[in-house]
């Protein structure tokens, strides 16, 4: 036995006589859950739940009243985006640790700038008969998510789902039972990352519930349009084409079949996030998640929020509504679970991977930084130092990438780093430029500058850019006409709430960040997972001290 695993031993033991006394047994809940649930909302803001929650009558609702909802729950770091979301609640580590950083990023070996989960050594398997193309895996995940941990060690099933392969895999990790997402050329697919072929349940229920079943439906309003904050059809909304800014919303065409301008309208719909919420609750029957002896784990990431934000924005009756209605879609899916595993039988947990900032033409403030001005800024200075060429190989959206000369001549030349650094913070939309080196460490992730810390947070060495940029508050670094990635609260704010077996109820003050999900859930099924950065949030969990002090042990005893 080594030192530190000797050392480690006896601040085990230490720990357990200091909770317990030295001959106290643990104290009993009962019996843990046998099934974790943890449902995502792509692009939720924290202040939705207070801002639209007049109308609400089902899931969030109930999650609200009946769970532990932390009101102040924050992610603390910068590239506020769905891949680094998402793989930060799948493992419980923030992007520094986990290595998903952006959606994409420049891969230095091949020149090429992927996404997060393309993977070129595997291959896509289409439910829908459509030809096997480049598949998608948690390849470059580099710690294990909750999913493939309560598989492997609470020998159960893993079941993740979402339009996006990004959302889905990022919940579940390397191995899974099922994994499936939608396919932009109109039909649901995995990967032979994950099956070496198709999942049975799964071909059963899309050939009995084709998305081309819903070509003609329309998406109306819930409510009353009186009921809706603000005005439908503002300018600042820019829909793509196809579709209109103002309410109805036909999916279909007249006359017409469906194609790929159908499935994009389908996907900016809550007919999508229904889809999801029935597909889970046929996950449940089919597998019988929750009623064999090992733990089972079921995610559902719901994307059409992320899709319809980014081109109407959050203060939009569209959002508005299909706020509503996934508050129906979570509240159906909350009573299957109900029937199926028994009310108090699973454990689960709402969170999103990011928020959204307002359109900065309908509030007037803010503005947006073209790409062209930021590398203009950049070759500025760097074309009369180096001679002429194109010294930015590129960009990803606070990142940005320079060829290997540059990066050396920067290293070596801390004047003309500063001249670039300057050059960019001079733009109008740009608060903070870093050198992507200098946020690598410890002591940059705990600098007493938000802005350095938050961006170090999001640094992984070799992933992330050579440069590294900050907008200001309401300024946009992407064409969308909303987004997200900074570290205001605007993106960083988002629900955590957890619900069910061994959850006490209530509103809580305390900090907390989608990190904590993990070890939390973790904690309440008995489940001993990697290490995290997020703690486990004791002060709403049930135990004899009605602190959830066994649990609090319990996650001293993981690797």
């Known amino acids: 036995m080594t030192r530190f695993v000797r050392l480690r031993w006896a601040i085990v033991l230490t720990l357990c006589a200091g909770f317990l006394g030295a001959a106290a047994p643990l104290p009993q809940r009962s019996t843990p859950p046998k099934l974790v649930v943890v449902m995502v909302v792509d692009q939720m803001r924290a202040d939705y739940l207070q801002r639209y929650s007049g109308g609400f009558t089902g899931g969030l609702r109930r999650l609200m009243r009946e769970g532990a909802w ?38 230095r070996q091949t020149g090429k700038s992927p996404y997060c989960t393309d993977d070129p050594t595997v291959t896509e398997l289409s ?12 390849k470059r995940l580099l710690v294990p998510a909750l999913g493939e941990q309560i598989r492997d060690r609470g020998h159960g099933r893993a079941i993740a789902m979402s339009l996006k392969p990004r959302s889905s895999i990022s919940l579940v990790g390397h191995s899974a039972d099922a994994v499936v997402w939608f396919d932009d050329r109109g039909g649901w697919s995995t990967s032979t990352a994950f099956t070496p072929g198709l999942v049975p349940f799964l071909q059963q229920f899309f050939a009995a519930n084709p998305v081309s079943a819903d070509y003609g439906k329309v998406w109306t309003r819930t409510l009353p349009a009186s009921a809706y904050q603000g005005q439908d059809d503002d300018p600042a909304e820019r829909p793509p084409a196809g579709t209109t800014r103002a ?50 784990y079921l995610a559902v990431s719901f994307s059409a929020l992320d899709i319809v934000g980014h081109v109407f924005g959050p203060r939009s009756h569209e959002v508005q509504d299909l706020l509503l209605r996934l508050d129906l879609t979570i509240g159906r899916l909350l009573d299957h679970l109900d029937r199926q ?26 503005g ?28 990803a959206y606070t990142d940005i990438y320079l060829t290997p000369a540059a990066l050396d001549r920067l290293r070596r030349d801390s ?4 001249s670039v650094l300057e050059s960019l913070r001079r733009l ?18 705990a600098s007493s500058d938000p802005a350095r810390r938050a961006a170090a947070l999001s640094y992984y060495p070799g992933r992330s850019g050579d440069l590294i940029i900050v907008p200001k508050e309401n300024w946009l670094l992407s064409p969308n006409v909303a987004t997200h990635g900074t570290h205001y609260p605007y993106d960083q704010r988002v629900p955590v709430i957890l619900f069910g077996a061994g959850i006490r109820a209530g509103q809580y003050t305390q900090p907390a960040t989608p990190a904590d999900i993990a070890p939390t859930l973790a904690a309440v099924a008995r489940i001993v997972i990697a290490k995290t950065d997020g703690r486990v949030l004791t002060e ?8 959830g002090r066994d649990a609090l042990l319990f996650s001293s005893l993981g690797p």
Request: with cysteine; net charge negative; proline share 5%.
């Open 415 to 418: 004047q003309l780093t500063t």
């Open 247 to 296: 309410f109805p919303h036909a999916l279909g065409v007249t006359g017409g079949k469906p194609d790929e301008g159908f499935y994009g309208r389908w996907q900016r719909s809550p007919f999508s996030d229904e889809y999801l919420g029935r597909m889970a609750a046929a996950a449940v029957d089919a597998l019988k998640l929750g009623k064999g002896n090992g733990t089972d």
């Open 540 to 547: 709403a969990l049930v135990g004899e001290d009605g602190g």
């Open 341 to 366: 595993v028994g009310a108090g039988k699973y454990v689960a947990a709402l969170s999103a991977d990011h928020g959204v900032g307002d359109i900065p033409e309908q509030i007037q403030r803010g």
């Open 127 to 138: 439910y829908n008969g459509l030809q096997g193309v480049e598949g998608d895996s948690a």
């Open 70 to 107: 932390f009101t102040n729950a924050a992610y603390p770091y910068l590239n506020t985006v769905t891949c680094a979301g998402h793989s930060t609640i799948g493992t419980g580590t923030f992007p520094y640790h986990h290595g998903m950083i952006l959606n994409s990023w420049l891969d």
């Open 428 to 445: 109008p939309g740009i608060a903070h430029a870093f050198r992507g080196d200098e946020l690598a460490g410890a002591d940059a992730r």
């Open 368 to 395: 947006r930084v073209p790409s062209k001005d930021v590398k203009d800024a950049v070759l500025g200075v760097l074309v009369p130092a180096l001679g002429p060429g194109d010294h930015v190989v590129a960009s």
